[in-house]
Nanobody, 119 residues
Framework: QVQLVESGGRLVQVGGSLRLSCAASGRILSRYAVGWFRQSPGKEREFVGALSWPGQIPVYADAVKGRFTISRDSAKNTVYLQMNSLKPEDTATYYC????????????WGQGTQVTVSS
């Protein structure tokens, strides 16, 4: 079992930056594929980005490519989502996910953290 806890979400202005954290317990997160998803009211949950395992290859949704970066700190068993040049359409609840590989993302979910981008 992997327990995931997100943090770092808050209100930020357009063009600002924010870093979300996803702390894991129960298993070594570096041995899992990890990713971020987001969901806005009335919309389905959408893929944001992920790091594969093995290989640590990053993949991103077109909507965030070049603005968002996923990284992990194995010593802290934590995954991060660095978000730059934020837009109002980035407003959503952001969820951390983990799985045996990218196709299995969603095997484990965090509870979500709210990001609001204000103009």
């Amino acid at each position: 079992q992997v327990q995931l806890v997100e943090s770092g979400g808050r209100l930020v202005q357009v063009g600002g930056s924010l870093r979300l954290s996803c702390a894991a317990s129960g298993r070594i997160l570096s041995r899992y594929a990890v990713g971020w998803f987001r969901q806005s009211p009335g919309k389905e949950r959408e893929f944001v980005g992920a790091l594969s395992w093995p290989g640590q290859i990053p993949v991103y949704a077109d909507a965030v490519k070049g603005r968002f970066t996923i990284s992990r700190d194995s010593a802290k068993n934590t995954v991060y989502l660095q978000m730059n040049s934020l837009k109002p359409e980035d407003t959503a609840t952001y969820y951390c996910a983990a799985g045996g590989n990218i196709a299995a993302l969603g095997e484990y979910w965090g509870q979500g953290t709210q990001v609001t981008v204000s103009s």
